[in-house]
Nanobody, 118 residues
Framework: VQLVESGGGLVQPGGSLRLSCVAS????????MNWYRQAPGKAREFVAQ???????DYADSVKGRFTTLRDDAKNTGYLQMNSLKAEDTAVYYC?????????????WGQGTQVTVSS
């Protein structure tokens, strides 16, 4: 099983980006999908989650600006980021619980850089 993020890049403050996370491999079910980020010199922090029942949760710092959703038919999760701020600059990682042939296991993507700067 592999998770691959895409959609990162350089954006001006106030701009938007949409990150994608595609799960591939032997997948029988996709569990909770989560987004984390890590800024230089800081610990990795939780950003957002969408559960199998599409319940969502967000870090306070991104509430009202970020939206996460999923498309299970495509084994894909998304993070729509609006009104971006300089402090959103970080490497963004997706992480998901995936069931192949038994219990759910947790996987991480390789990360995608998001830079918010004028």
């Amino acid at each position: 099983v592999q998770l691959v993020e895409s959609g990162g890049g350089l954006v001006q403050p106030g701009g938007s980006l949409r990150l994608s996370c595609v799960a591939s491999g032997s997948i029988s079910a996709l569990g909770d999908m989560n987004w984390y980020r890590q800024a230089p010199g800081k610990a990795r922090e939780f950003v957002a989650q969408v559960t199998r029942t599409e319940r969502t949760d967000y870090a306070d710092s991104v509430k009202g600006r970020f939206t996460t959703l999923r498309d299970d038919a495509k084994n894909t999760g998304y993070l729509q980021m609006n009104s971006l701020k300089a402090e959103d600059t970080a490497v963004y990682y997706c992480a998901a619980a995936v069931r192949s042939d038994g219990a759910f296991k947790y996987y991480w993507g390789q990360g995608t850089q998001v830079t918010v700067s004028s």
